[in-house]
């Protein structure tokens, strides 16, 4: 069984290198880069990784193009702020001598937020099916949260060793994200699917979003990185909406 690793870039010269040393079990290396400013793709490169340098056309379609790229049919995708942890590693390496029993396997996520490890909050175990074999599945195309989508009848199961995420350095960085990536992202897919919103959930989408992760899914446990992630998601809530309501408004088919 031999087996492809995906990581896509763009200036994540602080992480690849980590990244791609976690990946022991990986017979191919393949970052696909987004034109770094930074040191990233030579770093990869001197780190035994193939770089690819192209445009970026959205996170599902680089992914995609970086799973044909592959010279095998199993592949193992990576964020460059991820880690294969030791006991993910040694679980692959299982699989391998004694051969797949799966078309894809979930794996669970654990992230390190303001230097805690979030154990609750919506965050945990939030599994990933990041390794899959690519003749029964592909990138599903969505603007934001894009996952691998398996065809009907493929075999998935649930591996114990955890995927470890590094997401964000500093609450302003965080703060950055929502609004130049994650807001913008999920007001344009939820425009382009027809979903409708008003300028009263716009005022009610921030602190609904806050007591689903600081009260219904136990932020609170999490200390105040929990409180934290609470407050940032009531954020990126209120914005998702507003930008959508903007786009409604300026849209009289809508």
């Not at 060793?161 to 302003?172: D, K, Q, R």
């Not at 009263?200 to 007591?211: D, E, K, M, N, Q």
């Not at 932020?219 to 105040?224: A, K, L, P, V």
Request: include cysteine.
């Amino acid at each position: 069984m031999q087996i492809s690793a995906v990581i896509i870039t763009k200036n994540e010269e602080s992480n690849i290198a980590d990244a791609i040393a976690s990946l022991t079990f990986a017979d191919e290396i393949i970052v696909v880069d987004s034109h770094s400013t930074d040191a990233t793709a030579e770093i990869a490169k001197l780190s035994g990784a193939k770089v690819i340098v192209r445009d970026w056309p959205g996170f599902s379609e680089q992914k995609q193009f970086g799973v044909d790229a592959c010279e095998n049919d199993w592949v193992f995708s990576l964020d460059a702020d991820e880690r294969v942890s030791e006991s993910l590693q040694a679980e692959i390496e299982f699989i391998r001598r004694r051969g797949v029993n799966a078309d894809a396997y979930r794996l669970p996520r654990r992230t390190t937020y303001m230097h805690r490890e979030i154990q609750h909050s919506g965050w945990y175990p939030d599994r990933q099916l990041r390794f899959f074999d690519r003749k029964a599945g592909q990138w599903n195309g969505r603007e934001i949260h894009e996952s691998v989508q398996m065809s009907k009848g493929s075999k998935i199961r649930d591996l114990k060793g955890h995927l470890l995420h590094f997401s964000v350095e500093n609450a302003l960085e965080h703060h950055k994200m929502i609004e130049e990536r994650y807001a913008p992202l999920a007001a344009a897919h939820m425009y382009k699917n027809g979903q409708r919103t008003s300028a009263l959930r716009v005022v009610l989408a921030g602190p609904t979003a806050f007591l689903r992760s600081y009260i219904l899914r136990m932020g609170f446990m999490d200390g105040f990185p929990g409180f934290c992630i609470a407050r940032f998601a009531a954020y990126h809530a209120y914005l998702k909406h507003l930008l959508l309501w903007e786009k409604l408004k300026d849209d009289p088919h809508k």
